[in-house]
């Protein structure tokens, strides 16, 4: 059951006050959490949890930079990027088996009869592909390692998946997806894919729709993750697509809706006190019927969003697509949020004079791309589903503080396109 912790609700073990000082101690040794620390260190009494304040997500990323400046934390670790640009990256870092070996313990849906096609994309510090590599070793299973797939690779590719006798898909939501898209398209029903397994921090209820659509033999396994903390929660196909177990080494607090996780395990780069993901949950019971501790996710936090299965800042988008000298203003559009259709858009004011032409459009698009670590990924699976469009306002524009960074909609406003057809 969940318990109160001054504001907040928890589940999970809580760490012992020896356990948090024995954390606090090798955190406190980090200059840039020094501050933050170390003034735990001399209470008179033993510390608790709920005295160690809320680790931010900037705070986290300063930590990462200033550890690979040192020399002893550059062994054994895997760097991702959960956004940012290649100038100011929101770098991750996790121990090389990924907290793997303990997700093994409590979710196994990979026998040694699998033979898993790994569809999640390799490189450009993207961990899920070679977690995915990791976890399929340990579960016995044979792993196809392809990555990344075009939509007009993927008849073919499913051809040759069938033949070399292939079970389950390891993939983000959006590609599982667009394969079930394209085999309904096509009048393939895949008789021979059993498993599908996601790794998300969005949502992937209208993925687990489509697969019970079309591909009623296939069940979906899915975990929620965190580039700072790894895999925090999994479920079975007897839960639905949203809720997920927490593992038993990840102490979680939600506040306001805000997901706070501190990482016990001994493996962990650094010591992960009360860090809030952005991720928005509720603590509910699973209908699955395991009595074990369970969240259902809501969504990001502020103006974070998850697009096609990658999760990064709005704010980063504009502030690239500011840096360029033609443009004045910028706001992030995300349409069809969580479908198969989803889109994002990113609506710019030009600099008077500057031609709203496709040119100019086209190229604020390749400069937010090339910058950008974790958008490109998205992009390159469904081209069309990223576009700039120049607009005379903002959305919101007229509001107090100005326009924000982020607009849910649920398509693009034909006034935006009527201005770029009229420019």
């Known amino acids: 059951m969940p318990k109160a912790v001054g504001s907040s609700l928890s589940i999970g073990r809580s760490p012992s006050s020896p ?9 406190a040794a980090i200059p840039s959490l020094r501050g933050k620390y170390a003034h735990l260190l001399g209470l008179s009494r033993p ?23 040192d020399p002893r934390h550059r062994q054994g670790a895997i760097l991702s990027a959960g956004g940012g ?44 592909f070679h977690f995915f590599n990791v976890y399929a070793a340990l579960c016995g299973a044979t792993t196809v390692p392809i990555g990344h797939l075009n939509d007009d690779e993927l008849g073919q590719w499913l051809d040759f998946l069938e033949n070399r006798g292939v079970t389950a898909l390891a993939a983000p939501s959006a590609v599982i997806a667009r394969v079930v898209r394209m085999a309904a398209a096509s009048g393939r029903s895949l008789p021979w894919l059993h498993k599908i397994l996601l790794s998300s921090s969005g949502d992937v209820t209208g993925t687990a729709e489509l697969v019970r659509l ?59 006190l009360r860090f809030q993901t952005g991720g928005l949950v509720d603590l509910v019971t699973c209908t699955c019927g395991r009595a074990e501790p369970t969240v259902r ?27 360029e000298e033609d443009v004045a203003e910028a706001q992030v559009m995300l349409v069809n949020q969580g479908t198969a259709d989803e889109q994002l858009c990113l609506a710019v004011r030009l600099r008077p004079g500057v031609p709203a032409d496709e040119y100019t459009s086209g190229w604020i698009r390749s400069q937010v791309l090339g910058r950008h670590l974790t958008l490109r990924g998205a992009v390159d699976e469904a081209p069309e589903s990223f576009e700039v469009i120049a607009v005379e306002r903002l959305s919101g524009a007229a509001m107090v503080g100005g326009a924000p960074a982020l607009v849910i909609a649920e398509q693009i406003p034909e006034v935006f396109h009527q201005y770029e057809e009229a420019s």
Not at 51 to 64: C, G, I, S
Not at 100 to 118: C, E, M, T
Request: with cysteine; proline share 8%.
């Open 297 to 323: 996710l809501r969504g990001q936090s502020g103006s974070a969003l998850t697009f096609r299965s990658r999760t990064f800042a709005a704010e980063e988008l504009v502030a690239l697509a500011c840096g």
């Open 47 to 69: 510390v608790d949890l709920a005295d160690v304040p809320v680790l931010t997500q900037d705070e986290y990323h300063e930590t990462v930079r200033q550890l690979l400046e």
């Open 214 to 272: 079309h591909l009623p033999q296939a069940r979906i396994w899915g975990l929620y993750c965190s580039p700072a903390s790894g895999p925090i929660g999994h479920n079975t196909p007897e839960c639905p697509a949203d809720t997920f177990h927490v593992l038993p080494h990840q102490y979680v607090e939600v506040e306001d809706e805000r997901l706070i996780v501190t990482n016990m395990h001994a493996d962990s780069a650094f010591p992960l």
């Open 85 to 128: 640009t290649l100038t100011h990256p929101e770098l991750s870092m996790l121990p090389d088996d990924m907290f793997a070996p303990q997700l093994l313990a409590r979710w196994k849906p990979l026998g040694s009869g699998d033979v898993v096609a790994n569809l999640f994309p390799a490189g450009r510090l993207q961990s899920a």
């Open 19 to 27: 356990e948090v000082e024995d954390m606090l101690h090798v955190a």
